[in-house]
């Protein structure tokens, strides 16, 4: 089978479709950055009843606001720092 010929033409498109998408699967198989950890030293909290965003330093996962005293959750946000895309 030569190549070039009409037929084979017409398969290289899909073949080289299949490769992408095999690659891309691959790719984001094994760089799975975007997962949210929890910070190892306190960390950011936003009010749910009068919106202010604070940090705390403690490792305690709900922190009273200093604004309005209500109990509130941490956010976890994907660290970023380490080249992780």
């Known amino acids: 089978m030569n190549l070039l010929e009409p ?3 017409l398969i290289w ?3 080289f479709n299949l490769i992408v998408i095999w690659g891309v699967s ?3 198989s094994t ?3 975007w997962s949210a950890r929890p910070n190892a030293h306190g960390g950011l909290h936003i009010c749910a009843h009068c ?3 604070y940090e705390d330093e403690r490792s305690d996962p709900r ?3 200093p604004r309005c005293g209500r109990l509130n959750d941490r956010i976890y946000i994907a660290d970023r720092s380490k080249g992780e895309s």
């Open 7 to 9: 037929n084979a033409l």
């Open 13 to 15: 498109p899909v073949v």
């Open 26 to 28: 691959l790719y984001y």
């Open 31 to 33: 760089h799975s950055g």
């Open 51 to 53: 919106h202010r965003v």
């Open 63 to 65: 922190v009273a606001c």
